[in-house]
């Protein structure tokens, strides 16, 4: 695996390989089984992986958030090598964001609403560094969780609306055997605060808002959020906080009543 730091040397290696289709998995690190999951998924279908590793502060609405963000860059790069990425694109926050850079992607849409309500900003963010990412790889095809649903929403309207010509492609979301969705946050809770968190998968095994609000309550969980809505189809959506952690899951409930 080659890392490159730059967009010139990204773009350069890329160059160098000319493989037919290249796969981009957009990533800030901290990398779990979830982040394998779009690896694998990547790397079956591209002939030439990369995954970036960065940070965004842009998408943070709070600087306790990203400084808590945890970081282990030596860790994630074996992670990745060991999954088969070819390149692993680490920029520092001046590369992608250099003195005088003004211009963001301001997704409306299915940005409202959810994590659009509760985290001003935090899809501008996403839409912008993401639209960056396109720009530089120019991928073929490009992979995130179904966890971050909304997300996937914003990331696939903003790929039509500005003509981006690659496919998003979305990986199922990647659960602990005790069900709770894995994301980077979780490290970030105590024994006692994980074993309060399962009341939010729980709760999603309900599929509905009204009994999944219960769950939660009994569990002493204060939710932000308990809502369906259209997330490439209807979605049981929850975010709330555990300890001073917050978690967002959701479930498709299409695929249930199948
Ligand atoms: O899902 C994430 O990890 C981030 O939002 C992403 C897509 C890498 C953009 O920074």
């Known amino acids: 695996m080659k890392t490159c730091t730059t ?3 990204v773009r350069s290696e890329l160059a160098s390989r000319g493989g037919e289709t290249v796969g981009l998995v957009p990533t ?20 030439t992986v990369v995954a970036s590793l960065f940070v965004n502060p842009a998408q943070f609405n709070s600087a306790s958030d990203l400084a808590a963000y945890p970081r282990d860059t030596q860790a994630d790069a074996k992670l990745a090598a060991d999954a088969g990425v070819d390149i692993l694109f680490a920029p520092d926050a001046a590369e992608l964001y250099p003195d005088g ?9 299915a940005a409202e609403g959810l994590e659009g309500a509760f985290r001003p ?8 560094v993401c639209v960056k990412l396109f720009s530089i790889v120019q991928p073929t095809n490009a992979y995130f969780g179904r966890k971050d649903a909304q997300q996937v ?14 496919t998003v492609r979305v990986v199922e979301t990647v659960r602990d055997s005790d069900g709770l969705a894995l994301s980077s946050r979780n490290a970030r809770l105590s024994p006692s605060e994980r074993t309060t968190a399962l009341a939010i998968p729980q709760a999603l095994a309900t599929h509905d808002p009204v009994q999944a609000q219960a769950v939660l309550a009994a569990a002493g969980i204060h939710a932000e959020y308990v809502t369906v809505a259209d997330l ?3 979605t049981l959506a929850i975010a709330a906080t555990v300890g001073a952690t917050r978690l967002i899951d959701n479930v498709l409930l299409e695929e249930t009543s199948r």
Not at 29 to 39: E, K, V
Not at 121 to 128: D, E, I, W
């Open 153 to 166: 929403a914003v990331i696939k309207q903003t790929v039509r609306d500005l003509n981006i010509p690659l």
């Open 101 to 109: 850079f003004a211009t963001w992607i301001e997704p409306s849409g």
């Open 121 to 128: 900003g935090h899809f501008r963010g996403v839409a912008t």
């Open 232 to 234: 490439d189809g209807p």
């Open 28 to 47: 800030m690190g901290a990398l779990h089984a979830g982040h394998l999951a779009l690896f694998a998924a990547a790397r079956a279908e591209n002939a």
């Open 7 to 9: 967009i010139a040397a």
